[in-house]
T-cell receptor
Framework: GENVEQHPSTLSVQEGDSAVIKCTYS??????FPWYKQELGKRPQLIID?????GEKKDQRIAVTLNKTAKHFSLHITETQPEDSAVYFC??????????FGAGTTVTVRA | DADVTQTPRNRITKTGKRIMLECSQT?????MYWYRQDPGLGLRLIYY???????NKGEISDGYSVSRQAQAKFSLSLESAIPNQTALYFC??????????????FGAGTRLSVL
């Protein structure tokens, strides 16, 4: 089955700086890569996703890049704000549409 | 998302007890999932169902069973609870894939403690 590795496990950044989280996947058939954000005590919610026919996708301050050859994808958050503090999960899926999640990254934005 | 409701929200039980966690949804989705979340391990899939007559094991199904009573209801049972099943459990739903991917919508979670 699919194996998704996520790094780093924790990330502390100064408000206004950028944050980058990286994930690798093992199954070359994976073609859908979502990112979920989980605030403290809340449920995971989708923040951005990318399909394998696209190399990059942006939505305001967040962007995701995908390198199919290397089988890795990354989440970029620019101009971080306190409300960006949360746990972020990457995931990968192939055509059966089950999601395999990474272990999560706890992001702390320091004021 | 209030469209995916989990009950109970918190539960404390004893080793060996049978417990059921319930999930209902008003989103009209065919696909439903049960995950458990443990610190440092992310979200791990326990069982999933793509329609009422379809039940599939996930990566960590041992010690768990499920029932898909209707399109809107998907229950997770622990037949004989053990302490290492202490975790946060999430139910999720998704629509039939339309080419836009598999967006999953999560319930608020059930925090289970097995003593």
């Amino acid at each position: 089955g699919e194996n998704v590795e996520q790094h780093p496990s924790t990330l502390s950044v100064q408000e206004g700086d950028s944050a980058v989280i990286k994930c690798t996947y093992s199954d070359s058939a994976s073609n859908y890569f979502p990112w979920y954000k989980q605030e403290l005590g809340k449920r995971p919610q989708l923040i951005i996703d990318i399909r394998s026919n696209v190399g990059e996708k942006k939505d305001q301050r967040i962007a995701v890049t995908l390198n199919k050859t290397a089988k890795h994808f990354s989440l970029h958050i620019t101009e971080t704000q306190p409300e960006d503090s949360a746990v972020y999960f990457c995931a990968a899926s192939s055509n059966d549409y089950k999601l395999s999640f990474g272990a999560g990254t706890t992001v702390t934005v320091r004021a | 998302d209030a469209d995916v409701t989990q009950t109970p929200r918190n539960r404390i039980t004893k080793t060996g007890k049978r417990i059921m966690l319930e999930c209902s949804q008003t989103k009209g989705h065919d696909r439903m999932y049960w995950y458990r979340q443990d610190p440092g391990l992310g979200l791990r899939l326990i069982y999933y169902s793509f329609d009422v007559k379809d039940i599939n094991k996930g990566e960590i199904s041992d010690g768990y069973s499920v029932s898909r009573q209707a399109q809107a209801k998907f229950s997770l049972s622990l037949e004989s609870a053990i302490p290492n099943q202490t975790a946060l459990y999430f139910c999720a739903t998704s629509d039939y894939p339309t080419g836009e991917g598999n967006i999953q919508y999560f319930g608020a979670g059930t925090r289970l403690s097995v003593l």
